[in-house]
């Protein structure tokens, strides 16, 4: 199975950063890398796939980057709404896999 | 509006079994693979089946292989999973999910909570 792991496990951030989020597989993904964040209570919503395809709906200041077995999620300037928890999902192989993930939490 | 929606969750004592479904509209459901996505108390994600379009293909997580079973029914536009042999380290919200088998997961339903406990 591949292996996904992020960094860093939790983050500490204010309103207006520039935040960036990484993720590492074990081998190879070329960019078959999705990014997820998660709020409290709620289900997980799809933000970037194939690593820098923006999904529909999602604000500009999200973006991804990365192949092979290097990525980022870089949010550019964050706002209140973007304190949430981050995953990263490799759909390379089956079984998918997730990192475990980065709390975004306010300074 | 697309939604996905689980039911079938609940208490359930060790040993015992449990049916998911989940409910599936505002999109071709009869196109996508589908697939079931756990999340313990105060946990990660982590993926547990996956059924192609067609529900001719399916996978399993090495954790469930042997007592889960993911199914579908594309003319009822509905997803489901049924847990046998249940164990604690099952209890999760269970997520129904749109994609998997090599793609995304685009579409999520709100959960449901499966407590395995005597």
């Known amino acids: 199975d591949i292996q996904m792991t992020q960094s860093p496990s939790s983050l500490s951030a204010s309103v207006g950063d520039r935040v960036t989020i990484t993720c590492r597989a074990s081998q190879s993904i070329n960019t078959y890398l999705n990014w997820y964040q998660q709020k409290l209570g709620k289900a997980p919503k799809l933000l970037i796939y194939a690593a820098s395809s923006l999904q529909s709906g999602v604000p500009s200041r999200f973006s991804g980057s990365g192949s092979g077995t290097d990525f980022t999620l870089t949010i550019s300037s964050l706002q209140p709404e973007d304190f949430a928890t981050y995953y990263c999902?490799?759909?390379?192989?089956?079984?998918?896999?997730f990192g475990q993930g980065t709390k975004l939490e306010i300074k | 509006e697309v939604q996905l929606v689980e039911s079938g969750g609940g208490l359930v004592q060790p040993g015992r079994s449990l049916r998911l479904s989940c409910a599936a509209s505002?999109?071709?459901?009869?196109?996508?693979?589908m697939s079931w996505v756990r999340q313990a108390p105060g946990k990660g994600l982590e993926w547990v089946s996956v059924i192609s379009a067609s529900g001719v293909s399916t996978y399993y997580a090495d954790s469930v292989k042997g007592r889960f079973t993911i199914s579908r029914d594309n003319s009822k536009n509905t997803l489901f999973l049924q847990m046998n042999s249940l164990r604690a380290e099952d209890t999760a919200v269970y997520y129904c999910a749109s994609g998997g088998y090599y793609s995304y997961f685009e579409y999520w339903g709100q959960g449901t909570l499966v407590t395995v406990s005597s």
């Open positions: 505002g999109f071709s459901f009869s196109s996508y693979a």
């Open positions: 999902q490799q759909s390379d192989s089956i079984p998918d896999t």
